[in-house]
C-alpha cells in the first residue's frame, strides 16, 4: 500500500486529485498539505500545514509518514505570476527542487510533477504542437514549467529519481474557484452563467486554446503513476491534449441549457499570453506509451457541470 503527499492540495487540481487518490489509496493514506487549512475539512481527512519552501518541514513529513508517493502542485500560476514574477520563480523552482531532493536523499518511490502548456510560445506551431518542438515562453509560469522540466529529466537521468509529468492544458472543474490562470475563463464563465450574469471575457473571439475537463486530467495522472516505469519514455512532460475551443464556442454550448446568457469581450493582458499559446495539442507519444484518451466533448463537459454546479450552489459552497 502507498503513502501519500500531496503539496498544494487546496487548489482547482489539488482538492480534485486528492479525493481521486483518497479513493484509491484510502483515507488514512493519503496526507493533504497546503500553506492553509482548507476552507471545509471533514473529520477522517488527513491534513498538514506545510510551506513548500520549507525544506526541513517537508522532510520531517515524509519521513514521520513513511510516504512513498508525492503529488507536487504548488504553483504561482500564469496570470497571478506576472503580477509578481520573482516571487513566482522562487516558489515554483525551489518547491520542485525541495521535492527532487527528498526524492533522491528519502528514496521516494515516484513523484508527480505538473506542466503546462504555457512552456510554449509564440514560435511553436500553432496546430497540433508535437511532443519535441521549440519552447519559448513568454510568462515567469511558463520560464518556470519548462526548466522544471529540464530538472525532472537531470534527476532521473543521474539519480533514478522517478519523477513523472504531464504538460496540462487548461483545466476546467465546478468544484473550485478560479485559481489565477490565463485560461481560467472557461471555469468562471460557468459561475457567471449560472447566477444570470453577462460575462465578461478576457479573451476575444477566436481564441482557440487546448483544454480538459477536470475528469479527464485525474484520469490521466492516475494513469501515468500506475504505467510501469519502462514504458515512460519521456521524462521531462508529456504532451496530453483533449478539447480545443474558443470563448464563443463555449458560450453557444452553455445556452443549449441556459438561452439566455449572454457573453461580451473585454479583452486584457492575458489576451496576449493566450496569443503566444498553441491552439491544439499533439498527444499521440502519450497514447503511444501508457493509452492516453479522453473522454469528454464540450458538450459532455458542458452538461456535466451544469447539473453539478447548480446543486453545490444551491447548497451554499460558493457563497
Request: glycine share 6%.
Amino acid at each position: 500500500m502507498e503513502k501519500v503527499l500531496v503539496i498544494g492540495a487546496n487548489g482547482q487540481l489539488g482538492s480534485e486529485l486528492t479525493d481521486a487518490l483518497r479513493k484509491k489509496w484510502g483515507t488514512a493514506n493519503v496526507i493533504a498539505s497546503d500553506i492553509r487549512l482548507p476552507q471545509q475539512q471533514e473529520t477522517d481527512n488527513r491534513f498538514e500545514i506545510l510551506d513548500a519552501l520549507d525544506k526541513a518541514a517537508l522532510y520531517r513529513i515524509i519521513e514521520k509518514e513513511g510516504i512513498s508517493q508525492v503529488y507536487h502542485l504548488a504553483a504561482v500560476l500564469s496570470a497571478s505570476g506576472e503580477k509578481n514574477p520573482h516571487f513566482a520563480w522562487k516558489l515554483n523552482m525551489e518547491s520542485l527542487l525541495n521535492v527532487l531532493e527528498a526524492g533522491r536523499e528519502l528514496k521516494i518511490s515516484k513523484i508527480f510533477w505538473p506542466s503546462s502548456i504555457a512552456i510554449f510560445g509564440p514560435d511553436t506551431p500553432k496546430q497540433q504542437v508535437p511532443q519535441l518542438t521549440i519552447c519559448n515562453p513568454t510568462t515567469i509560469y511558463g520560464i518556470s514549467k519548462l526548466a522544471g522540466e529540464q530538472w525532472c529529466e537531470y534527476y532521473w537521468r543521474n539519480w533514478g529519481v522517478d519523477v513523472r509529468s504531464l504538460r496540462y492544458p487548461g483545466l476546467i472543474g465546478y468544484k473550485s474557484l478560479p485559481g489565477g490562470g490565463t485560461t481560467d475563463y472557461a471555469v468562471d464563465i460557468y459561475h457567471k452563467a449560472l447566477e444570470g450574469d453577462t460575462y465578461s471575457c478576457f479573451l476575444q473571439k477566436g481564441t482557440y486554446l487546448p483544454m480538459m475537463y477536470m475528469p479527464d486530467a485525474i484520469q490521466a495522472t492516475l494513469q501515468l503513476m500506475d504505467a510501469p516505469a519502462n514504458s515512460i519514455s519521456v521524462r521531462t512532460s508529456y504532451n496530453v491534449g483533449a478539447l480545443s475551443f474558443a470563448p464563443e464556442e463555449i458560450a453557444a454550448a452553455i445556452r443549449k441549457y441556459i438561452p439566455e446568457f449572454r457573453i461580451q469581450y473585454q479583452p486584457d493582458f492575458r489576451q496576449k499570453i493566450a496569443d503566444s499559446w498553441p491552439d491544439s495539442i499533439d498527444d499521440s507519444q502519450a497514447k503511444k506509451d501508457w493509452g492516453w484518451q479522453s473522454s469528454y466533448s464540450l458538450d459532455r463537459m458542458t452538461a456535466d457541470i451544469i447539473v453539478n454546479l447548480k446543486v453545490l450552489k444551491e447548497e451554499g459552497h460558493f457563497a
